[in-house]
């Protein structure tokens, strides 16, 4: 059999938004699980609307999400010459004319038909002129009159189309230059594309492009298209609904891991699984289990995948994705960090929330702000007598272990009569600022180390 060659075929016109990586995710999946190739186009034939900055960013958020490629991309538009010389051959074979309709006639010809209740189309006025070319003028592809054209689609399963219902098509422009369907069925044959996952925006597509398989005499790939994904209000996903790009998830503190589960989850399942691993997803992948109907996408659903992500990670492999989230200048050392995140793991839905929960890790005694109207409430002359008499003790904990501080904190609170909670606020807020931090006491105390913990505290009795 052969090998099984699946693409992404983008138009650079803009960023990677979530669909079209979801997309592309299944095709690549579908080529990983068959031990085949995933190969990449850059369908920039629009020259006005394309441009190289969306073709780099395009490439690099499919870098993000991990996805790799065979070879290098192919770029339509350094394609042309390809494509005319097989618009030429069915030319030359009397598959394809010459036509001198202009857009006004063509345009006249479909109010036309649908006056008269039929299907709005050219009506091949030059099918049998036998025209050469000639300025304005267009090939156009001579569809079979009578016949079907059926496949049976990978996700929606059979579709048949009469063919007296398409449009003889236009080939090459007026001003020498492909369109679309042309293009996509020279490329998709000779990059040796063996199946077609793509948008189900272009199932009308697909028909007329197996016509020219046929024309061309080729060997017509397998077809799937992918239902669309829908905002919470089941309309179509648009800005309205937050956040369109892969970039933005990236921008917003998410893993790429976690996106690619997520995106892939969303429209395929294998049985009640949630979390897959690279590895599962490559072998688990099947277009068998693509849903057909649209997905909706769920930001909670994506929060709670990243969280999972987050805390399924060794803290040491969340280091440098954290460190692009903390303000510029940061010094923090990678190991003072990788200390830190086991507090942040828990609790935190992404990079930016893990960010923003250990501020105050990041700053030293003396530059800690502090919450001033906690201060005031919270160290009353009782809380400061405390919190001197335990800094004291503290101090005296040669071992400065989780064992040791529990061990030292509990026999004060005991010999005093306290509850824990007499210690607990005043002492999170001497060491954080605030008093809702990420961590236990000793957690705290172990990370911020015996120097900044006395330190931090011996600032706190100042403040009041
Ligand atoms: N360039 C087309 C698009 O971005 C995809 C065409 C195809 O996959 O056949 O919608």
């Known amino acids: 059999m052969a090998k099984t060659v699946t693409r992404f075929a983008p138009s650079p016109t803009g960023h990677l938004h979530i669909g079209g990586a979801r997309t592309a995710l299944f095709a690549w999946l579908l080529a990983k699980n068959k031990g085949g190739e995933f190969v990449l186009r850059i369908e920039d034939t629009d020259r006005q609307r394309s441009e190289q900055e969306y073709t780099d960013a395009i490439l690099d958020s499919m870098k993000w999400l991990g996805m790799d490629w065979v070879g290098e991309p192919i770029y339509q538009s350094e394609r042309f010459d390809i494509y005319n010389g097989y618009i030429d051959q069915l030319l030359a074979e009397g598959k394809a004319y010459w036509c001198e309709c202009t857009p006004e006639e063509v345009d006249a010809m479909r109010e036309k038909a649908m006056q008269e209740k039929r299907k709005p189309k050219y009506d091949g006025s030059c099918r049998e002129k036998k025209l050469g070319p000639g300025e304005n003028r267009v090939v156009r592809f001579k569809a079979p009159l009578d016949g079907r054209t059926s496949f049976t689609d990978m996700i929606k399963g059979p579709i048949s189309v009469e063919n007296a219902e398409m449009d ?113 997803l490559f072998s688990y992948f099947n277009t068998d289990s693509l849903g057909n109907s649209p997905s909706v996408f769920d930001t909670k659903k994506l929060d709670w995948v990243n969280s999972e992500y987050i805390k399924a990670k060794a803290p040491a492999d969340l280091v440098a994705g954290l460190r692009t989230f903390l303000p510029e200048g940061t010094e923090a050392e990678d190991a003072y960090l990788e200390k830190i995140i086991p507090l942040l793991q828990p609790r935190a839905t992404n990079y930016q929330e893990m960010a923003d929960m250990c501020d105050f890790f ?31 003790r503290i101090d005296a904990d040669e071992e400065y272990s989780h064992d040791s501080l529990e061990a030292v904190c509990k026999g004060f609170l005991e010999e005093k009569g306290l509850k824990f909670k007499a210690i607990g606020q005043p002492v999170r807020l001497a060491l954080c600022g605030k008093t809702q931090s990420p961590g236990g006491l000793y957690e705290l105390m172990l990370v911020l180390g015996k120097a900044e913990t006395i330190a931090r505290m011996n600032r706190a009795v100042t403040l009041a």
């Open 168 to 280: 003889d098509m236009i080939l090459r422009r007026s001003d020498g230059s492909p369109t679309y369907n042309l293009a996509v069925v020279v490329d998709d044959h000779t990059m040796g594309v063996t199946d077609v996952l793509r948008g189900d925006d272009h199932v009308n597509n697909t028909p007329r492009q197996i016509l020219l398989y046929q024309a061309l005499g080729w060997d017509v790939p397998n077809f799937g298209h992918v239902p669309m994904i829908l905002g919470p209000d089941k309309k179509k996903l648009s800005k309205r609904h937050g956040a369109l790009s892969v970039m933005e998830y990236e921008k917003m503190g998410y893993l790429p891991e976690a996106v690619v589960n997520y995106l892939v989850r969303l429209g395929w399942s294998h049985g009640d699984q949630e979390i897959f691993s690279r590895e599962e």
């Open 362 to 392: 990041l700053m030293d005694a003396q530059t800690l702000s502090y919450d001033m109207e906690a201060v005031a409430k919270v160290f009353t002359p009782d809380a400061l007598e405390i919190i001197k008499e335990l800094t004291a």
